[in-house]
């Protein structure tokens, strides 16, 4: 079972979470939930073992909590993940880490999971972070699978005898549930096996107890698939699944220069192209765009909500690096007399540009304290966007219509980077991540303040061009340092790029060429420059010093 998965817009404008690390804490948190799921009933005693990256800055990243709250059945925007240790020690529920640094696994973000329910059942997964907030588990009590979550997925264990398959396939058949894929794995010829099915729908209960009816199949656990925002569903979508299935090919844009054609072909938007993409998506799967609408005013509302606490005064982070930065400046671009005399100042500091730049830093407070965040496309990253159209839209005063529009934008660049480069800081730097962000925000502002499709993807290859090489360097680990202040750097680069588009400033290079060069140049960085911090600032002194004063360095 090796899908490899088609993006949706809320790959790129998402996950809403619980900061501070989409890999390490919104990650950790789906393989937890998912080992939830599979178990059905709530834990007693829960065991953790770290590796790799996770092993080094799990306290830091709160991927800790984040596993807690995982199989306490919290989803990744909970904002309980923070007090998850409080909440299960009142549950009466006992959790244990243990930390592996000597075994290399198959991929660095991973953690086995063992856990007890009351009755003595046990359960023991597998899993791993694979960025953006993604997951899978690779295994299931031993069991070798491949489950990210993003389909329903049903284990059996039955009896490798003649008919069980046919019986298995026949009982879900009857009940209108349609099998995707079947993978059979077993331990020896007639002794015990496993049915690993992905399946369109949900098993009800009435139909697994049809199942455990025969003495054949002996277990079942099931996931169900991540779900849709509400309201996914609920008006016919205007194109049936198959010609949804028909036309798809047509919209699965390759890079910019389709989805540009796309837009002037059909007179639209950048952003209304890459919805156009979207309701084609779901229409494969018979939903319609109404969940996608209410996903994009959600996005939105935690924006605005993740900017405004540290704006008024300075947050306790997770990592104690960083807190008051967001407030100083924003006192700077108020023109606050007390801190800052002279009118001068407040006169140069007043405009959108420093108000883009304080709201991407208060951002990165927000997640740093594991506040709620919108990963766009990382949460390393989840300032800079909100920063721009925030800022752009209480100097503007836009619609939701053209606000959303503007996040479709975004998400056109970030899929187009994400399917021909990387926005991963331990793949491509920091340029992948903050130089992402920077060139969706430049799009996103251009499509705002009326630029053409043409001056968008202008704006992107500029902004990202001005960020290429960018290495990524955090200071103990953490989402603090530099991450911050970059975030406000890349807000004002963004607005930058935009303002040079649309004076017809054109990129010597085209998008296109932009995000092949991103790929190339971050595979050209050293290992120790991209999310290890191993190198670069992360290791100048000064900053040594920090990493021994903060609470949860690596």
């Known amino acids: 079972m090796n899908h490899s998965k088609t993006l949706g817009l809320s790959d790129i404008i998402g996950p809403i979470m619980v900061g501070p690390s989409s890999s390490h804490t919104a990650g950790a948190l789906r393989i937890a939930l998912m080992a939830h799921e599979l178990m059905g009933r709530p834990p007693k005693e829960m065991r953790f ?10 306290r830091g990243h709160g991927t800790d909590r984040a596993l807690v709250a995982g199989l306490l059945g919290f989803r990744p925007d909970d904002l309980r993940i923070r007090d998850s240790f409080e909440i299960a020690r009142a549950q009466g529920i006992s959790f244990d880490f243990q930390v592996d640094s000597k075994t290399k696994p198959r991929h660095p973000n991973t953690v086995d999971v063992w856990v007890r329910d009351a009755a003595g059942e046990v359960l023991s997964v597998r899993g791993e972070s694979i960025g953006g907030g993604a997951a899978r588990l690779t295994r299931v009590d031993g069991i070798k699978v491949e489950i990210t979550g ?13 008919g069980v ?8 058949g009857d009940a209108g549930i349609n099998i995707g894929n079947s993978t059979i794995l077993r331990e020896r010829k007639g002794g015990l096996a496993y049915n690993v099915l992905e399946v369109d729908s949900a098993i009800p209960d009435e139909v697994q107890q049809m199942l455990l ?15 849709l925002p509400e309201g996914a569903g609920a008006a016919t979508p205007r194109y049936t699944p198959e010609e949804a299935q028909e036309l798809f090919p047509k919209l699965d844009y390759q890079d910019g220069t389709s ?3 796309h837009a002037y072909t059909c007179n639209i938007s950048l952003g209304r192209a890459f919805l156009d993409r979207e309701e084609l998506l779901l229409a494969m799967q018979g939903k319609d765009m109404s969940g996608t609408y209410a996903y994009l005013d959600r996005a939105l509302q935690v924006m605005r909500e993740s900017v405004r606490a ?3 005064h300075g947050m306790h982070t997770m990592g104690g690096l960083i807190g008051g930065e967001a407030h100083a400046l924003m006192q700077l671009c108020a023109g606050n007399r007390e801190s800052h005399p002279s009118n001068k100042l407040h006169q140069v500091f007043s405009g959108v540009f420093p108000k883009a730049a304080a709201y991407a830093m208060a951002v990165l407070e927000t997640n740093a304290s594991m506040g709620r965040i919108v990963a766009a496309p990382t ?8 920063g721009v159209i925030d800022a752009l839209n209480k100097a503007g005063d836009f619609s939701q219509e053209e606000l959303r529009d503007a996040l479709a934008n975004a998400a056109a660049i970030g899929y187009i980077v994400t399917r021909n480069a990387t926005v991963a800081g331990a793949e491509g730097g920091c340029q992948a991540e903050i130089g992402t962000a920077s060139a969706m925000a430049a799009s996103a502002a251009t499509q705002l303040l009326g630029g053409s499709p043409q001056q968008c993807l202008a704006a992107a290859a500029i902004a990202l061009t001005n960020l290429l090489g960018l290495v990524c360097n955090p200071v103990a680990g953490l989402v603090e340092e530099p991450c911050q202040k970059r975030n406000a750097s890349a807000a004002a680069n963004a607005l930058v790029s935009c303002e040079l588009a649309l004076a ?5 290079a085209f998008f296109d060429e932009t995000v092949d060069a991103l790929r190339s140049v971050g595979h050209s960085l050293p290992f120790e420059l991209r999310e290890t911090a191993l190198g670069g600032i992360a290791t100048c002194k000064s900053c040594l010093e920090s990493c021994r004063k903060a609470p949860y360095g690596s």
């Open 213 to 227: 009816k025969d003495p054949r199949v002996l277990r079942i656990r099931f996931i169900p698939a991540f779900s």
């Open 259 to 261: 989805i540009l054609a």
């Open 379 to 386: 949460a390393d990253s989840a300032g800079i966007l909100p």
């Open 150 to 162: 993003e389909y329903s997925a049903a284990i059996i264990y039955q009896q490798d005898m003649p």
């Open 165 to 172: 398959l046919g019986f298995v396939a026949s009982t879900l």
């Open 504 to 508: 017809g400033i054109h990129s010597t």
């Open 49 to 58: 073992t770290l590796y790799g990256s996770f092993a080094h800055t799990y």
């Open 310 to 312: 540290p704006l008024e």
